[in-house]
Nanobody, 121 residues
Framework: QVQLVESGGGLVQAGGSLRLSCAAS????????MGWFRQTPGKEREFVAR???????YYADFVKGRFTISRDNAKNTVYLQMNSLKPEDTAVYYC???????????????WGQGTQVTVSS
């Protein structure tokens, strides 16, 4: 059974940083692309960043230059380093895995439970 467990969320002031982690188990981690998404109440889940098996990355425009996605295949873990946080980054952040390379939530087959990130102004 595939399991993804996020950690690292919390409360931070605007301009601050957080690093989210997502530990994976139950599938061959380095065979799948990993993505981060976020969601706020009443809104659809939106793509944040993705990293492919070879390490290539892709970001949503609103996080370019501020967030960095990385993966450690030896630890079966994907990270999201978030710098220069803004109040509008407040959301529940989810990691997910995909056998493809899509940025659409529909293309991801396993999801973590989410971790809350709150950025105060």
């Amino acid at each position: 059974q595939v399991q993804l467990v996020e950690s690292g969320g919390g409360l931070v002031q605007a301009g601050g940083s957080l690093r989210l982690s997502c530990a994976a188990s139950g599938r061959t981690f380095n065979s799948y692309a990993m993505g981060w998404f976020r969601q706020t109440p009443g809104k659809e889940r939106e793509f944040v960043a993705r990293i492919r098996t070879g390490g290539s990355t892709y970001y949503a425009d609103f996080v370019k230059g501020r967030f960095t996605i990385s993966r450690d295949n030896a630890k079966n873990t994907v990270y999201l380093q978030m710098n220069s946080l803004k109040p509008e980054d407040t959301a529940v952040y989810y990691c997910a895995s995909t056998p493809g390379a899509t940025t659409s939530p529909a293309g991801y087959d396993y999801w973590g439970q989410g971790t809350q990130v709150t950025v105060s102004s």
